[in-house]
């Protein structure tokens, strides 16, 4: 009874409670969208820790062979002396191995040369990752462009829901043109719905790239079908000769020509030495000793590594040319696409959308006075949509290869079409 009582007790309190009021979503641009993932994503924060793990092998490389003090004893429990322990002798040195053939001064620039190789590998992962924030960025551009294409096509089915039921009501026209107004209005509607669950679902995706698990922010756009002019393709092309990925093969060429360095060294086998002085207890004599050693056969074991680094380098060049022609191809056809879009976004824009905009309206007059069937306005209203969605898709398409063109030659991935600033 009492819980009864408290339940009813906190139903009447609720509506006097006060509410709690769902602050407004952040606005979040492009930039503040990368600089984000820069602070955040492990991808980019490996990227220091890589830096100092290279710094930390650099100076280890550069490190000669340590010295080994030694210490020997001999005779310590020798039984040819009555007193056990008179013939005990005792060697105590100093030894180290002395490198030739300049092994030092080859493993520094080999550890040098994997240092520098580093940087176009953070280049390439900072534009890849950039890319990605900008492609995600641009789903929920779209989303929002989709949704407003819904809404434009919800606003025109209920003026033909209104005109058929006035119509009907007036016994110009069958339920069943009513009937399939409404469903019109109600597939827009879904278009609508989905654009709003597409937009939701691309913020999450966004926002996923800094580790947040919930949507506070919205983007601030600008209009994706606003696709600027691009440069020539040989110029464009030019500045693939600056890519970092040709870069980074660069990078790995020199670290093969250091290897190779590294590899001739080894013709000249290191020589080992030891000084030391050794006592002898029985006679109370101590006597210098000394030695050396240098391997025999240091060339012919070098040699198969040697020709291994040759090769590896010989691979370098024809690697580069490889990767080149790709590249080329994968922009050539980057290019294509963003030219192609933005004919198609420019021509929508001038010669069809307007003119089917102008049709749907003398479409409307004339059904509302009787001179055409209801199938033929509803026609005309899928078509205008149907190629405004056209129009997107294009210029979404054009986006998309502006952001891979942007990340082939390694230029700022700022699309001023998906770019917006803050108020």
Same mark, same amino acid.
């Given at each position: 009874?009492?819980k009864?009582?408290?339940a009813?007790?906190?139903? +009447?309190? +609720?509506?006097? +409670?006060?509410?709690?009021?769902?602050?407004?979503?952040?606005?979040?641009?492009?930039?503040?969208?990368?600089?984000?993932?820069?602070?955040t994503?492990?991808?980019?924060?490996? =990227?220091?820790?890589?830096?100092?793990?290279?710094?930390?092998?650099?100076?280890?490389?550069?490190?000669?062979?340590?010295l $080994?003090?030694?210490?020997?004893?001999?005779?310590?429990?020798?039984?040819?002396?009555?007193?056990?322990?008179?013939?005990?002798e005792?060697?105590?040195?100093?030894?180290?191995?002395?490198?030739?053939?300049?092994?030092?001064?080859?493993?520094?620039?080999?550890?040098?040369?994997?240092?520098?190789?580093?940087?176009?590998?953070?280049?390439?992962?900072? =534009?890849?990752?950039?890319?990605?924030?900008?492609?995600?960025?641009l789903?929920?551009?779209?989303?929002?462009?989709?949704?407003?294409?819904?809404?434009?096509?919800?606003?025109?089915?209920?003026?033909?829901?209104?005109?058929?039921?006035?119509? %009907?009501?007036?016994?110009?026209?069958?339920?069943?043109?009513l009937?399939?107004?409404?469903?019109?209005?109600?597939?827009?509607?879904?278009?609508?719905?989905?654009?709003?669950?597409?937009?939701?679902?691309?913020?999450?995706?966004?926002?996923? %790239?800094?580790?947040?698990?919930s949507?506070?922010?919205?983007?601030?756009?600008?209009?994706? %079908?606003?696709?600027?002019?691009?440069?020539?393709?040989?110029?464009?092309?030019?500045?693939?000769?600056?890519?970092?990925?040709?870069?980074? @093969?660069?990078?790995?060429?020199?670290?093969?020509?250091?290897?190779?360095?590294?590899?001739?060294?080894?013709?000249?086998?290191?020589?080992?030495?030891?000084?030391?002085?050794?006592?002898?207890?029985?006679?109370?004599?101590?006597?210098?000793?000394?030695?050396?050693?240098?391997?025999?056969?240091?060339?012919?074991?070098?040699?198969?590594?040697?020709?291994?680094?040759?090769?590896?380098?010989?691979?370098?060049?024809?690697?580069?040319?490889?990767?080149? %022609?790709?590249?080329?191809?994968?922009?050539?056809?980057?290019?294509?696409?963003?030219?192609? +879009?933005r004919?198609?976004?420019?021509?929508?824009?001038?010669?069809?959308?307007?003119?089917?905009?102008?049709?749907?309206?003398?479409?409307?007059?004339?059904?509302?006075?009787?001179? @055409?069937?209801?199938?033929?306005?509803?026609?005309?209203?899928?078509?205008? @949509?149907?190629?405004?969605?056209?129009?997107?898709?294009?210029?979404?398409?054009?986006?998309?290869?502006?952001i891979?063109?942007?990340?082939?030659?390694?230029?700022?991935? $700022?699309?001023?079409?998906?770019?917006?600033?803050?108020?």
């Amino acid at each position: 009874m009492w819980k009864c009582l408290a339940a009813l007790a906190a139903l +009447a309190m +609720a509506p006097c +409670a006060p509410a709690q009021v769902t602050p407004p979503p952040v606005p979040l641009t492009l930039d503040a969208a990368i600089e984000r993932v820069a602070h955040t994503h492990p991808d980019l924060r490996l =990227l220091p820790l890589q830096q100092d793990a290279a710094q930390a092998r650099r100076d280890a490389a550069g490190l000669a062979p340590p010295l $080994v003090f030694g210490a020997d004893v001999e005779n310590a429990l020798g039984t040819g002396d009555s007193r056990g322990v008179r013939s005990l002798e005792t060697t105590v040195s100093l030894a180290g191995v002395l490198e030739r053939g300049g092994k030092l001064d080859a493993r520094r620039a080999v550890a040098q040369a994997n240092l520098d190789a580093l940087a176009p590998q953070r280049e390439i992962t900072r =534009l890849d990752m950039m890319a990605e924030v900008a492609r995600r960025y641009l789903a929920i551009t779209a989303a929002a462009a989709r949704e407003r294409i819904a809404r434009d096509d919800i606003e025109q089915r209920r003026r033909a829901v209104d005109a058929a039921q006035r119509r %009907l009501t007036a016994g110009a026209s069958p339920a069943s043109t009513l009937m399939t107004a409404q469903a019109s209005l109600a597939q827009a509607e879904l278009d609508r719905d989905r654009a709003l669950q597409e937009a939701q679902a691309a913020r999450l995706s966004l926002a996923a %790239l800094w580790n947040e698990r919930s949507v506070a922010f919205d983007v601030v756009s600008g209009d994706p %079908l606003q696709l600027p002019a691009l440069q020539d393709f040989a110029q464009l092309a030019d500045l693939l000769e600056r890519t970092p990925e040709l870069a980074v @093969i660069a990078g790995e060429q020199r670290v093969r020509e250091a290897q190779l360095q590294l590899a001739s060294t080894q013709l000249r086998g290191d020589m080992s030495w030891q000084l030391g002085v050794r006592h002898d207890r029985a006679s109370r004599d101590a006597s210098l000793v000394g030695g050396f050693s240098i391997p025999l056969g240091a060339a012919r074991r070098a040699e198969p590594e040697i020709r291994a680094a040759r090769s590896e380098l010989a691979m370098s060049a024809l690697e580069r040319q490889g990767r080149a %022609l790709q590249l080329h191809a994968t922009l050539a056809e980057a290019h294509g696409r963003y030219g192609t +879009a933005r004919l198609e976004v420019t021509r929508m824009d001038s010669d069809v959308v307007p003119q089917l905009r102008r049709a749907e309206k003398a479409a409307e007059t004339a059904w509302r006075a009787g001179a @055409i069937s209801y199938l033929e306005w509803s026609q005309l209203q899928a078509m205008r @949509i149907e190629a405004r969605q056209r129009q997107l898709d294009a210029a979404l398409a054009g986006q998309a290869a502006l952001i891979e063109i942007q990340r082939l030659t390694g230029q700022p991935l $700022v699309a001023p079409a998906i770019q917006g600033t803050a108020p």
